[in-house]
Structures are given as C-alpha cells and as structure tokens.
C-alpha cells in the first residue's frame, strides 16, 4: 500500500489491477478487514491507467450494492467521487483520440458516467449543455458516438418527461444498433415511476420499436438501476406470464432478466419476495429450483458479510461515531 501511495507507476499497471481486485476479493470472503480496500484504493486519485480504474469502478459498484441500504452509502460515494475527480478532470469531455490513446477513450464514458451518476454538478451542466446543442437540430447529432451513453442517461436521469419523450421518438427512427442501444440504455435511467412502468410496458407492446434482440438487454437496464429495481421487481412479478409468452422468450433468456433484479436484494425482505416468487413459478424442474437457489445463497452470503463487516466500515468512514444501525 505504502508503495502505491508514493509511485504507483513502479508497479506494473496489470499488477496494480490485480491488486484491486485481490483486495476486494478478500474482503468479499472475510479474509481481511472490510476496510483494507478503502484504504488500498486511496491511490487512485494518482492513478490514469485503464486497466486498474476499470477493475476499481467494478468494485466500486458491488460495494454501493452491498451497502446501498446502509445510511452510510453517502460516504461512501463522496469517497469514491474524491478518489474519481482527478481521472475525470483529466479526462473531461473532450473526445479522447481513439487512434492515439484507445484505452482513455475507452475509459472516458465510464468515468463521466460514474460521475454525473454521484450527481456532481460541474458534470451533469456539461451533460446538459451537450444534449441541448443536439435538441436544437436533432436530425444531425454531433454527440461523439462513445459519450452518447452517459449524455443520455444523465439527461433522462434528472430531466423531465420532454427529454424521455424526445429520445423515445429518436428512438422510433433508429435503425442503427449501437445507436439504438445508446438510447435504451439512457432510457433506462429514468428515475421516475411512471415512466418506468411505461417503458417497461414497450418492451411488450412495442416490436416495431424494441425489437425482440434488444428487449431481454434493455429490461436488465433498467432492473440494474437502484432506484427503478423495485418498479422492475414489481412489473416483473405482474407479467412473468406475458414475459413467458412473448416470441422468443424461454426462462433461459428470462434468467438474465431475473439475475438482474435480484442482484441488487440485499435485505431479508427481498429474499424472502424472491423465494415466494420461485415457488409460484417453479413447478418446471430441478434445473428451476437450482437456479434460484443459487441466487438465493448469493443474498444470503451478502446478508451475512453486511451484518460481519458492516462496523469496519461504518469505523473507517465515521471513526468517531460508533452508533450505528444494520439495515437488513
């Protein structure tokens, strides 16, 4: 740790990644103290490389579903955001030169993604200011094809019902399929209930619009997204019969919808909802039961290493407050 804290570079970049990921696997399995990661990864603030920041912001999103309903998860994300700022002032909005430092450009979209996500202000004004150039003559967009993404989601996430409609019509005359999934997956970030239930609602009705390649993907967008799971988690039960019928749509698909859902349970309540929910369907087979078993030992495992873990974490954000409260 010392040695990354003072010069990174003498460590390799594959051997930096590895690191990280060493640690929070670790962590994961209760090897180590919860908050040896947080420590490690302070570093980051020198770091550039693609290769450590990509493994750093996987990590960086289990911890949030871990603890999202722990009231420490603001400190945990203005952490992070403290630790992504340097990247992202680095990186900013200009397009990377793809021909000359690839692996940035690959990087750029996720780090303003990340960041517009923790509601930074500075990023979210340049999201905006690049999607009204684009609103005042939408038939030709100058948005560079890798920041569509997070210009999108940024957008739809705090916009109003006019900015969903306007890429929901983009949408309708889209043929073009990195373009196409660009635009769902901004749609996905809508945080607002209705509106989620009624583009989940599309992905049913509308074949002409998502087709049928795109729907699984898109609804595990959607279900992904903290702050829509439960709209998801409820459409979801409500329809399985529709989803089940729909051209195409075998339980194998529907698994990845499933998987996506439950991958944000991190509560007794839920696990509990899930099992409920598998024992209504699952009157196919053994290949069934197992598959939701498994599901069902990954929440239980996270349960437990919340309730184990919870106060190293709660010690290393808040060192002088020892009064806390595990959400379970």
């Given at each position: 740790?010392?040695?990354l804290?003072?010069?990174h570079t ?5 051997t930096?990644?590895?690191?990280i ?6 962590s994961?399995?209760?090897?180590i103290?919860?908050?040896d990661?947080y420590t ?5 603030k020198n770091e550039t ?10 990590a ?6 871990l603890?999202?309903?722990?009231d420490?998860?603001?400190?945990l994300q203005n ?8 990247i992202?002032?680095k ?10 430092d690839?692996l940035?450009a ?10 517009c996500?923790?509601r ?9 200011s ?19 993404s ?9 916009g109003?019902r006019s ?7 983009r949408?309708?005359?889209e ?5 196409v999934?660009n635009?769902?997956?901004g ?9 989620i239930?009624?583009?989940l609602?599309q992905?049913?009705k509308?074949?002409s619009?998502?087709r049928d390649?795109y729907?699984i993907?898109?609804?595990?967008n959607?279900?992904r997204?903290p702050?829509a799971n439960q ?9 399985w ?6 051209r ?9 919808i499933?998987?996506a859902?439950?991958s ?5 309540q839920?696990?509990?909802e899930?099992?409920a929910?598998a024992?209504?369907?699952t ?6 039961r ?10 239980n495992a996270?349960?437990e290493?919340i309730?184990?873990n919870l106060?190293s974490?709660?010690?290393?954000f808040r060192?002088n407050n020892?009064?806390f409260v595990?959400?379970?």
């Amino acid at each position: 740790m010392a040695q990354l804290e003072m010069n990174h570079t003498c460590i390799p970049t594959i051997t930096r990644g590895a690191l990280i990921d060493d640690v929070f696997a670790l962590s994961r399995a209760s090897l180590i103290n919860a908050s040896d990661p947080y420590t490690l990864i302070r570093y980051l603030k020198n770091e550039t490389d693609f290769v450590p920041w990509t493994i750093a912001l996987s990590a960086m999103n289990q911890q949030e579903v871990l603890l999202a309903e722990q009231d420490i998860i603001l400190d945990l994300q203005n952490y992070f955001l403290e630790l992504i700022l340097p990247i992202y002032n680095k990186i900013g909005w200009t397009p990377v030169n793809q021909l000359t430092d690839w692996l940035q450009a690959l990087l750029q979209p996720s780090i303003l993604s990340i960041v517009c996500r923790y509601r930074y202000q500075e990023c979210i004004e340049a999201a905006q200011s690049i999607y009204r150039n684009w609103k005042l003559n939408p038939t030709l967009n100058q948005i560079p094809a890798n920041l569509r993404s997070p210009v999108y989601c940024t957008i739809i996430r705090g916009g109003s019902r006019s900015d969903f409609n306007f890429l929901w019509t983009r949408l309708q005359n889209e043929s073009i399929a990195n373009e196409v999934m660009n635009l769902l997956e901004g749609l996905a970030c809508t945080e607002d209930p209705p509106l989620i239930v009624y583009f989940l609602e599309q992905h049913l009705k509308n074949d002409s619009i998502i087709r049928d390649q795109y729907v699984i993907q898109s609804i595990t967008n959607i279900a992904r997204s903290p702050r829509a799971n439960q709209v998801v988690w409820n459409w979801i039960r409500d329809n399985w019969s529709k989803l089940l019928s729909k051209r195409g749509a075998s339980f194998g698909r529907l698994s990845r919808i499933i998987e996506a859902v439950s991958s944000q349970f991190i509560t007794v309540q839920k696990r509990d909802e899930l099992k409920a929910f598998a024992s209504s369907i699952t009157n196919e087979g053994t290949v069934y039961r197992q598959y939701f078993q498994l599901l069902i030992d990954r929440i239980n495992a996270d349960i437990e290493w919340i309730a184990v873990n919870l106060a190293s974490i709660n010690t290393f954000f808040r060192p002088n407050n020892n009064s806390f409260v595990v959400a379970l």
